[in-house]
């Protein structure tokens, strides 16, 4: 007999199926345990970030479900967005066609892994039972106030004609059609999470278990400031334009002023555009670049005096000019800001271009005038010399603290605090997204459908041949009696934004059957205790769930404690790979598959040139199939290698030595187990030390797991596998110590661990098998080794009662010869001794 994964793997996945070992069942009488990872989008191959994401799951719901827990481990697809269109106008065909058979295609291939998936819950959010139940939910927040429409600026690609977000326009350009990317004014349903700004925030600090740097993340892009909203007056204004609002974060800078500007979308801006030849030109140009604060950050600095001014609020006298400027947005503050060039870099690069004065507030305590922008973080202290509280050495933070009094007592003003944080626009001119169920009706307005219609269905008769959104030219589906009033109407024909699908869908997993979008399991099984997923979602995905748990609960579909959809959170790094490179006759890069390289060349011979540890891309092509990795080594041997070569939350280099050695290692446990079920040794003195390895490795393996520190226990069964194939004991112990390290193994390589634990004599399956439990008088050392370090370099070793008292451990040491050796008749200089630790000699 020998280890054969190809056998033994898909009969222990028939034999777990048949006993149910992972259906989630509600149940009061134990403790439950919901983990889940961030669920895929199908696009039609598994690759081994996959592998490794759900591995990280499964060893964590393995392990709580041997420890006595009710354990919930679902699975589901995020199946909306613009690939499968892309798919449809590219290849032909239908995106839920194409949508469907990837999602068959991939269970298909995670099937093999073995993962504790209850795959009764499984859903997909593009099957109207999942978005039917998002549209009633959508109803419940629009009756509440959390829902509302108005127009924005908004990526408008004319060639597609579709709206893009930010990340989708590059260099000014769709991304898709190359055109040259619009700012268009367009009417948009939005979320009000700005609501939710303070509780957002506030609430960052009760998630003790979410990294620290996902967290600050969320923070910042909250973005909560404390500034001074005032008004300039103004000279030389059209009518209704007396007064310029401005909200700045800087008021302690006001007397560094050296102009005013507005946004190209300001109601001056737009007033002036619509009798300014001049400046329609120039808000036309503005608005061929992104709406986001990045995109307008990069882009060069530019402006269009209006000819305007206003009047500085402690000086009447002095005189600002108000410029059109291409950089400031409309939504954040008034949509207006004043500049000081001397103390911010955008302002200083914009006032060296139209020559306006750079006046400082402020200078370095060490030193003059620097040049350019000095401009140090608020927590600075700085020798401020046009200062509200006059020349004195104040931190910013003081220094503005003082300034929004110094403006409250003279009434200019009054002090803010702003967020960052944006309504969220869910509106996207697509076809494949969740129908937003209102109905545009000429009598009745915006009538929401009523929710006995739900789901209003997308229809499946839709052709991609022409740009834009199909849903506008579908009459059949798009014209409809108004809910109200019965007149002739038309459905809203934007679709939600994908980020809506995923931002609820843990709350789905529940009660995925149930006829509201959350049911009578939801309290018990809320939170998630455990979720799991990569960095990137570390913003915006996690931030609409949280928005979302909380309108869920004002809406009634959540309690009062699921306000916080994750309880705890890991962000796992990537699976990384060697790129292998030649390049063409124009010097261009060729890539090539991991499979064509031999001893660093191509089959046809050509030296390859080795980029290291990149993340795995199959346009650079140093992609690994793990479906050809299961089929050579097994399911076991990919988990196996995924957790075990780094930490689980930096990235790990995949490499076919590490593949194969994991392989070996296996097979050498069968081996090690083997013979241990055939050995019939009498007990004898050995038995004691093994029985004490043992619960060693339950305690050092149980608190890797408990840590997230996979690779740590990892690293401990190789150990205890070492102790276990040189133990001399007894059969007995050998038996006792290879059936906990079935146990151990079965959440990390549970095929494997299945075949030791029947090989043993084991009852039923070992992944319905309790933990193990160490003796807690087992993990008391009886002696410890000591090194001996002489002048900091270790040269010897003491093995001593673990209670020995320190004067005879001295006496010990000073005994010892290769100590003597060192001292050469003189007395130590010091002699430390660290108790269990080390002994230092000076010599």
Same mark, same amino acid.
């Given at each position: 007999?020998?280890?054969?994964?190809?056998?033994?793997?898909?009969?222990?996945?028939?034999?777990?199926?048949?006993?149910?070992?992972?259906?989630?069942?509600?149940?009061?009488?134990?403790?439950?345990?919901?983990?889940?990872?961030?669920?895929?989008?199908?696009?039609?191959?598994?690759?081994?970030?996959?592998?490794?994401?759900?591995?990280?799951?499964?060893?964590?719901?393995?392990?709580?479900?041997?420890?006595?827990?009710?354990?919930? %481990?679902?699975?589901?697809?995020?199946?909306?967005?613009?690939?499968?269109?892309?798919?449809?106008?590219?290849?032909?065909?239908?995106?839920?066609?194409?949508?469907?058979?990837?999602?068959?295609?991939?269970?298909?291939?995670?099937?093999?892994?073995?993962?504790?998936?209850?795959?009764?819950?499984?859903?997909?959010?593009?099957?109207?039972?999942?978005?039917?139940?998002?549209?009633?939910?959508?109803?419940?927040?629009?009756?509440?106030?959390?829902?509302?429409?108005?127009?924005?600026?908004?990526? *408008?690609?004319?060639?597609?004609?579709?709206?893009?977000?930010?990340?989708?326009?590059?260099?000014?350009?769709?991304?898709?059609?190359?055109?040259?990317?619009?700012?268009?004014?367009?009417?948009?349903?939005?979320?009000?999470?700005?609501?939710?700004?303070?509780?957002?925030?506030?609430?960052?600090?009760?998630?003790?278990?979410?990294?620290?740097?996902?967290?600050?993340?969320?923070?910042?892009?909250?973005?909560?400031?404390?500034?001074?909203?005032?008004?300039?007056?103004?000279?030389?204004?059209?009518?209704?334009?007396?007064?310029?609002?401005?909200?700045?974060?800087?008021?302690?800078?006001?007397?560094?002023?050296?102009?005013?500007?507005?946004?190209?979308?300001?109601?001056?801006?737009?007033?002036?555009?619509?009798?300014?030849?001049?400046?329609?030109?120039?808000?036309?140009?503005?608005?061929?670049?992104?709406?986001?604060?990045?995109?307008?950050?990069?882009?060069?600095?530019?402006?269009?005096?209006?000819?305007?001014?206003?009047?500085?609020?402690?000086?009447?006298? *002095?005189?600002?000019?108000?410029?059109?400027?291409?950089?400031?947005?409309?939504?954040?503050?008034?949509?207006?800001?004043?500049?000081?060039?001397?103390?911010?870099?955008?302002?200083?690069?914009?006032?060296?271009?139209?020559?306006?004065?750079?006046?400082?507030?402020?200078?370095?305590?060490?030193?003059?005038?620097?040049?350019?922008?000095?401009?140090?973080?608020?927590?600075?202290?700085?020798?401020?010399?046009?200062?509200?509280?006059?020349?004195?050495?104040?931190?910013?933070?003081?220094?503005?603290?003082?300034?929004?009094?110094?403006?409250?007592?003279?009434?200019?003003?009054?002090?803010?605090?702003?967020?960052?944080?944006?309504?969220?626009?869910?509106?996207?001119?697509?076809? *494949?997204?969740?129908?937003?169920?209102?109905?545009?009706?000429?009598?009745?307005?915006?009538?929401?459908?009523?929710?006995?219609?739900?789901?209003?269905?997308?229809?499946?008769?839709?052709?991609?041949?022409?740009?834009?959104?199909?849903?506008?030219? %579908?009459?059949?589906?798009?014209?409809?009696?108004?809910?109200?009033?019965?007149?002739?109407?038309?459905?809203?024909?934007?679709?939600?934004?994908?980020?809506?699908?995923?931002?609820?869908?843990?709350?789905?997993?529940?009660?995925?059957?149930?006829?509201?979008?959350?049911?009578?399991?939801?309290?018990?099984?809320?939170?998630?205790?455990?979720?799991?997923?990569?960095?990137?979602?570390?913003?915006?995905?996690?931030?609409?769930?949280?928005?979302?748990?909380?309108?869920?609960?004002?809406?009634?579909?959540?309690?009062?404690?699921?306000?916080?959809?994750?309880?705890?959170?890991?962000?796992?790094?990537?699976?990384?790979?060697?790129?292998?490179?030649?390049?063409?006759?124009?010097?261009?890069?060729?890539? %090539?598959?991991?499979?064509?390289?031999?001893?660093?060349?191509?089959?046809?011979?050509?030296?390859?040139?080795?980029?290291?540890?990149?993340?795995?891309?199959?346009?650079?092509?140093?992609?690994?199939?793990?479906?050809?990795?299961?089929?050579?080594?097994?399911?076991?041997?990919?988990?196996?290698?995924?957790?075990?070569?780094?930490?689980?939350?930096?990235?790990?280099?995949?490499?076919?030595?590490?593949?194969?050695?994991?392989?070996?290692?296996?097979?050498?446990? *069968?081996?090690?187990?083997?013979?241990?079920?055939?050995?019939?040794?009498?007990?004898?003195?050995?038995?004691?030390?093994?029985?004490?390895?043992?619960?060693?490795?339950?305690?050092?393996?149980?608190?890797?797991?408990?840590?997230?520190?996979?690779?740590?226990?990892?690293?401990?069964?190789?150990?205890?596998?070492?102790?276990?194939?040189?133990?001399?004991?007894?059969?007995?112990?050998?038996?006792?110590?290879?059936?906990?390290?079935?146990?151990?193994?079965?959440?990390?390589?549970?095929?494997?661990?299945?075949?030791?634990?029947?090989?043993?004599?084991?009852?039923?399956?070992?992944?319905?098998?309790?933990?193990?439990?160490?003796?807690?008088?087992?993990?008391?050392?009886?002696?410890?080794?000591?090194?001996?370090?002489?002048?900091?370099?270790?040269?010897?070793?003491?093995?001593?009662?673990?209670?020995?008292?320190?004067?005879?451990?001295?006496?010990?040491?000073?005994?010892?010869?290769?100590?003597?050796?060192?001292?050469?008749?003189?007395?130590?200089?010091?002699?430390?001794?660290?108790?269990?630790?080390?002994?230092?000699?000076?010599?």
């Amino acid at each position: 007999m020998s280890y054969t994964p190809a056998q033994s793997e898909p009969k222990w996945q028939a034999e777990w199926d048949k006993a149910d070992v992972f259906l989630a069942k509600k149940d009061d009488a134990r403790p439950k345990y919901y983990v889940l990872e961030m669920f895929p989008y199908p696009s039609g191959r598994i690759h081994m970030g996959h592998v490794r994401n759900y591995t990280m799951g499964d060893v964590v719901a393995r392990y709580k479900a041997s420890c006595g827990f009710s354990v919930l %481990h679902p699975m589901g697809w995020d199946a909306f967005g613009m690939p499968a269109e892309n798919a449809a106008m590219e290849q032909g065909g239908h995106p839920k066609d194409w949508t469907y058979a990837n999602i068959a295609v991939m269970k298909d291939q995670m099937k093999p892994l073995g993962l504790s998936i209850d795959w009764t819950r499984e859903f997909a959010t593009c099957d109207p039972e999942y978005y039917g139940q998002q549209q009633a939910m959508f109803l419940d927040m629009l009756e509440a106030g959390l829902v509302y429409r108005k127009s924005a600026q908004v990526n *408008w690609d004319p060639v597609d004609m579709t709206v893009l977000a930010n990340e989708q326009v590059i260099d000014g350009k769709g991304w898709r059609s190359g055109a040259a990317v619009e700012r268009k004014e367009l009417t948009q349903w939005f979320f009000r999470i700005s609501d939710f700004a303070e509780d957002l925030l506030q609430a960052l600090d009760g998630l003790e278990n979410w990294p620290e740097k996902v967290r600050l993340m969320q923070a910042n892009w909250i973005g909560q400031s404390r500034g001074l909203q005032f008004a300039f007056s103004t000279v030389d204004a059209p009518d209704g334009f007396d007064r310029l609002e401005v909200y700045t974060t800087r008021p302690d800078t006001l007397m560094g002023a050296s102009f005013a500007a507005i946004s190209p979308d300001h109601p001056l801006a737009r007033h002036l555009e619509r009798h300014d030849p001049r400046v329609a030109e120039f808000v036309a140009e503005c608005r061929r670049i992104g709406t986001s604060a990045e995109a307008l950050e990069t882009a060069e600095k530019r402006g269009l005096d209006t000819g305007i001014k206003v009047r500085h609020p402690f000086d009447t006298s *002095w005189e600002l000019p108000v410029y059109i400027a291409n950089f400031i947005l409309m939504d954040y503050g008034t949509g207006a800001i004043f500049g000081c060039p001397a103390h911010d870099a955008r302002d200083f690069e914009f006032a060296q271009r139209y020559g306006l004065p750079i006046e400082p507030v402020f200078q370095p305590l060490d030193a003059g005038i620097p040049p350019g922008a000095f401009a140090p973080p608020k927590t600075d202290t700085v020798r401020y010399i046009r200062g509200f509280a006059g020349e004195a050495e104040q931190t910013g933070e003081a220094a503005v603290a003082a300034a929004i009094a110094f403006c409250e007592e003279n009434g200019v003003g009054h002090g803010v605090t702003n967020y960052r944080l944006r309504d969220w626009g869910l509106s996207r001119q697509r076809y *494949w997204g969740c129908p937003i169920p209102v109905v545009h009706c000429d009598s009745c307005g915006v009538v929401p459908e009523r929710k006995e219609n739900l789901p209003v269905r997308l229809p499946d008769d839709v052709s991609f041949d022409q740009p834009g959104n199909p849903l506008d030219r %579908h009459p059949t589906w798009r014209d409809t009696p108004c809910p109200v009033c019965g007149a002739a109407a038309r459905r809203e024909t934007d679709t939600m934004d994908t980020f809506v699908d995923s931002s609820w869908y843990f709350a789905r997993f529940t009660a995925p059957h149930s006829a509201t979008p959350t049911g009578d399991e939801t309290d018990y099984w809320m939170n998630v205790d455990q979720y799991i997923g990569g960095i990137e979602h570390a913003i915006l995905h996690l931030l609409y769930s949280r928005f979302f748990c909380r309108a869920m609960h004002r809406t009634g579909h959540l309690p009062a404690t699921a306000q916080e959809p994750f309880n705890a959170l890991f962000t796992q790094g990537m699976v990384t790979h060697e790129i292998y490179m030649t390049r063409d006759a124009q010097n261009r890069p060729v890539y %090539h598959l991991p499979e064509d390289i031999v001893d660093g060349r191509t089959r046809d011979g050509t030296p390859v040139e080795v980029i290291p540890s990149a993340k795995m891309s199959k346009s650079k092509k140093n992609v690994v199939d793990p479906m050809s990795i299961i089929g050579t080594y097994g399911a076991d041997t990919a988990r196996w290698f995924v957790m075990s070569d780094s930490p689980p939350e930096r990235d790990v280099e995949w490499t076919a030595s590490g593949a194969e050695a994991a392989a070996k290692f296996l097979a050498r446990v *069968w081996r090690i187990a083997d013979e241990i079920a055939r050995d019939d040794a009498a007990p004898n003195d050995q038995d004691a030390a093994l029985d004490r390895a043992t619960a060693r490795a339950i305690a050092d393996v149980t608190q890797g797991i408990e840590g997230f520190a996979f690779n740590k226990a990892v690293a401990k069964l190789y150990e205890f596998a070492n102790t276990l194939s040189r133990s001399t004991a007894g059969a007995p112990a050998r038996r006792r110590g290879m059936t906990v390290m079935a146990q151990l193994l079965s959440p990390l390589v549970p095929h494997l661990a299945e075949d030791l634990w029947h090989m043993l004599g084991g009852e039923g399956l070992v992944a319905q098998a309790p933990w193990p439990k160490a003796d807690p008088a087992l993990l008391v050392e009886d002696q410890v080794t000591l090194p001996i370090q002489i002048n900091g370099k270790r040269r010897a070793e003491l093995t001593v009662p673990a209670d020995m008292p320190k004067a005879e451990i001295e006496a010990l040491v000073l005994a010892d010869e290769t100590v003597q050796r060192f001292l050469d008749g003189a007395a130590p200089k010091k002699l430390i001794v660290v108790p269990g630790r080390i002994v230092n000699v000076v010599a």
